[in-house]
Every structure is written in C-alpha cells, then in structure tokens.
C-alpha cells in the first residue's frame, strides 16, 4: 500500500513567485492534514480536510496561503505571492475516519515532506 | 490550551546506553499522546500512541513510553541505544472528539545523537 506522498520533495523560489505544493493521502484516507515547520521550531498544524471539506483552517499563516482538496483525494498548497519567512518544511498527514472503540485508526500517516527555500 | 514541552532539544548517548527523551503535556481534557520519530530524509514515523487503556506503551524498534497522569508526562525510553536510533523525535497530543482525529500538536523535538 503505498504512504503519503509529496510533491516536490524540495522547491527553491525567489521572493514574490508562486509556488503550489501536493499531497497524495492514503487511499480511502478521508482525513487530510497540512504542517508547517519552520527552521528550529516546532511542526505546527495548519488545517485539516474532511473529504473536500476544510474542517479546521486555524492555522494558516495569512491570505497568502491557499489550500484545495477537490474530489477529496488530492490536496495542494499554494503560497502565493511568497515571503522569505514562509520557508520550512511543509508535511501533509492522511488518516483514516475512526469511530469510538476503533482507536487504531486514530493515527496520522505522515508523507517525507516539502522544504520550501524562499530567497 | 494543549501544548507539548520536549527537554533538551539534542541528547546524545553511547551505543548500548539507556535512552531517555522527556515530553511533558497540557491539556484541559484527557489526551490521545504520540511519539514520532524522523530518520534523515524520510517522513515522520509513528512510533507508538497512548489512547485509552494501559499506561505502558510499546511501540515499534525497542521503544517504549508511560503515560503519566500526575506528572503530566509521556517520556520516551529504550533500553540500548542502538547506532541506527539516531534521528529527531516529536512528542505529540492530539484531542479526539467522536472518534474523528484532530490536529496534533507538537513539541519542538529532540535530536538523538548514538556514538559509538
């Protein structure tokens, strides 16, 4: 089965460009996640799809950041324009929807990530 | 609000040492608690998860943790260290409402360091 990729595994852009990042979840993975960590700080959450649905986006940064998931498989991450401080590692994270009493399907499938280098 | 404390951002131990990574939580409600570790160039990787239940997890490579209500702690420990061990470790809490898993939210990591 295959995990959650990533694409690109690392993008470098200038200041002011355009940059659009995807994640391909687990199949059937209805759960859909994006993190952000910044150099020497801690992985932070930045929003969460069900299906096709934002369900929790309390962590984009700003207006700058663009998320879609359309037909709930694919999901892509678009900053756009970029700022120097938007570098880091970006990771998408898949699970599937658990019910009570059905905890091992509360895990979150973590892809190798994006490094983003804004210069 | 939830948050996660991870003491010491880098340890390093000798090959066959005891391994041992504090983390230690916040949170207004019963938590769901994680360990992941990332190897150089890969993905995080679940090692193990408290949801419900017995308070000494095991998880995957000789790795175990205890859940520590009164302490507030979910400390990471191996019995020997191992070279292939070297790699950054996240403590996670997660809060999980009707089963449906919610954002984890992170500790700033510690780099685990094996010399020989």
């Known amino acids: 089965e295959a995990g959650v990729t990533q694409f690109p595994s690392h993008s470098v852009i200038e200041k002011g460009q355009t940059v659009t990042l995807r994640c391909d979840p687990i199949s059937g993975h209805d759960n859909l996640y994006w993190y952000r960590r910044v150099m020497g700080k801690e992985i932070k959450f930045l929003l969460h799809?069900?299906?096709?649905?934002?369900?929790?986006e309390s962590g984009m940064p700003n207006n700058r950041f663009l998320a879609e998931r359309t037909g709930g498989t694919y999901s892509t991450l678009k900053v756009q324009p970029a700022e120097l401080e938007d570098s880091g590692v970006y990771f998408c994270?898949?699970?599937?929807?658990?019910?009570?009493?059905?905890?091992?399907?509360?895990?979150?499938?973590f892809g190798a990530g994006t490094r983003l280098s804004v210069l | 609000a939830q948050s996660v404390t991870q003491l010491g951002s880098h340890v390093s131990v000798s090959e066959g040492a005891l391994v041992l990574l504090r983390c230690n939580y916040s949170s207004s409600v019963p938590p769901y608690l994680f360990w992941y570790v990332q190897y150089p160039n890969q993905g995080l990787q679940l090692l193990l998860k408290y949801t419900t239940g017995a308070t000494l997890v095991k998880g995957i490579n000789g790795f175990e943790a205890e859940f520590k209500k009164s302490e507030t702690s979910f400390h990471l420990t191996k019995p020997s260290a191992h070279m292939s061990d070297a790699a950054e470790y996240f403590c996670a809490v997660s809060l999980t409402y009707g089963g449906a898993t919610n954002k984890l939210i992170f500790g700033t990591g510690t780099l685990l360091a094996v010399q020989p």
């Open positions: 994270a898949s699970s599937q929807t658990a019910s009570w009493g059905d905890q091992a399907k509360n895990i979150q499938y």
């Open positions: 799809f069900v299906k096709e649905s934002k369900q929790d």
